[in-house]
Structure formats: structure tokens, C-alpha cells
């Protein structure tokens, strides 16, 4: 199949034709995800709450990234590969933007880099972008400012909200941004900012007029008890893997695994 590169991401939204997103962590998942036909996959700081048990992306760091993004890059064959630039590796200025996203571009082979906020972010997407490192912006809730945010909620919701949201999709697009994620933002709000931008907004929680939609994977195949309401359950593998799990400890126990079948003669 012929790689997603970066013009294709604008080509899909001038022809109508939505962009399916689902984050991935290691090389398994993304073979998988990748042959199902998924358009980007991305490299989410989630990592952190999703397989490192943190509560939150806060303590992300670039090396626990990098290892992931490397296994990804190298188990994808067509998908449009993201990784998150997490907390901490470019607040701090375009410099520090830089140096972070070079190092990942020079250690993982991911195509484009994610990172946080609106007005805010504008000098750093144009550093990266000036450098030939395509940015993905991300506006509405944005988990790393959780604690100034008070946790997960929808953004955008007062008129003064929806102005200053609007605001920063215009900003991050002039600023070279080739997508934006918008989390947890009303559906007409998205819907708005989907029809005054250029590049494709991709939408999580964020209703179904965005040009596309990303997911925790976790979260769409019903890997632990709890989805976030904007997340449809797709499957119900932690159960479906429990129960695998089960048959073999009783298996293992009553000594019929492993039989004839699953042994060597001599
Ligand atoms: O880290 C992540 O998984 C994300 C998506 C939810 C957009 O940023
Ligand atoms: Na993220």
C-alpha cells in the first residue's frame, strides 16, 4: 500500500473523504491497526496513563517516547505516523521545540510531531515547520495544562470561549500547522472551525462534522472497564483477554495444557 504522506492529509479533506486516527504504543498494535487501513497513527503522551499506569501525561518524558514511536514507525507500513511532543519538551520556547523534535525525527522515522495549544504554541510550529517538521496542532482540552484546566472537560463553550478557540485554529493553521486535533469541543464549535480551516481538524469528542476522528485505542476496544463517553467500545478485548487468560491458569493447573499437540517427540 503507498505510504500516507503529509499533502494527502489536505488532499482527503478537499475530496470529503474522512481521516481515521487511532493511537498506538508498540510495534503488535500497530501492525494491526496499520492493516486494518488507518490513515495516521499517532504516538500519544496517553502512553503515559495508558501503559505506564500514570494518572496522567504530566511525567511523559521524551525517552519514554522514543522507544515507542521507533517501534510504530518501524511496524507501519502506510499510516501517517504522529508523536506526541510530551510535557516539558517545548514549552519552553522554539529552541527547546527544536531540539526535541530533531531528536525524535533523527531516532524514531515518525512523519510529523503533536504538540499542545493555540496562540501560545504559534513560535514553535514555526520553528518546527521552517525546519521541515510537520506539526499537528492540538486545541479544546488539552491534557497536559490539566491541572490549569481542572481536568477532563469540554472547551469551548461560552461565546468568549468559541472566539478565543477559533482564534487558535486560525493561528496554529497560519502558523504552518498541517492538522489539528480538537478535543472535548462542542459539536457546532467544531464544526465551525472544521469549515474555516484549510487543514483537516481531526476530532475526539469533538462531534462528526470534523474532517476526521482519532481515538485511544484502549478506549475503542474496551481494554479496561472504562471508556470516556465520547469513546465508542468497538470490542471488549480486556474481557475477552481475562477470560484467555483464565483458561490458561485453569489449564496450566489441571495439567491439560500443554498435550500431544503442543509438544515435541523425540
Ligand atoms: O495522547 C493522545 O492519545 C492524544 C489523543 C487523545 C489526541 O493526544
Ligand atoms: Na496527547
Redesign the pocket.
Known amino acids: 500500500p503507498k505510504r500516507v504522506r503529509v499533502h494527502h492529509l489536505a488532499e482527503a479533506k478537499a475530496r470529503g473523504e474522512k481521516l481515521a486516527m487511532l493511537?498506538a504504543y508498540d510495534a503488535v498494535t500497530a501492525a494491526i491497526f496499520d492493516a486494518a487501513g488507518m490513515d495516521i497513527l499517532?504516538v500519544?503522551?496517553?502512553i503515559g496513563n495508558v501503559m505506564h499506569g500514570h494518572a496522567t501525561?504530566i511525567p511523559v518524558t521524551v525517552d519514554d517516547m522514543i522507544p515507542a514511536a521507533r517501534a510504530v514507525a518501524r511496524a507501519t507500513k502506510r499510516a501517517f505516523v504522529v508523536i506526541?511532543l510530551p510535557f516539558g519538551s517545548y514549552e519552553a520556547g522554539p529552541q527547546q521545540a527544536l531540539e526535541t523534535a530533531v531528536r525524535i525525527f533523527k531516532e524514531t522515522g515518525a512523519d510529523a510531531v503533536?504538540l499542545e495549544g493555540g496562540l501560545r504554541s504559534v513560535p514553535q510550529i514555526r520553528a518546527l515547520t521552517s525546519a521541515g517538521i510537520p506539526v499537528v496542532a492540538?486545541l479544546g482540552y488539552t491534557?497536559q495544562s490539566e491541572n490549569l484546566l481542572g481536568g477532563p472537560r469540554v472547551q469551548g463553550r461560552g461565546e468568549a470561549a468559541v472566539e478565543s478557540l477559533a482564534g487558535d485554529a486560525k493561528a496554529v493553521e497560519d502558523a504552518g500547522a498541517v492538522a489539528v486535533?480538537l478535543?472535548m469541543v462542542p459539536t457546532d464549535v467544531a464544526a465551525r472551525i472544521t469549515e474555516a480551516a484549510r487543514i483537516p481538524t481531526i476530532g475526539?469528542g469533538a462531534g462528526p462534522h470534523c474532517d476526521g476522528q482519532?481515538l485511544?485505542w484502549t478506549d475503542m476496544a474496551g481494554m479496561t472497564g472504562w471508556s470516556p463517553r465520547f469513546a465508542r467500545r468497538y470490542a471488549e478485548l480486556g474481557a475477552a483477554l481475562q477470560q484467555a487468560a483464565q483458561d490458561y491458569v485453569a489449564e496450566v493447573k489441571d495439567s491439560s495444557f500443554p498435550d500431544e499437540e503442543h509438544s515435541f517427540d523425540r
Open positions: 493511537t499517532l500519544g503522551d496517553s501525561t506526541d503533536k492540538h491534557p486535533v478535543e475526539i482519532v485511544v
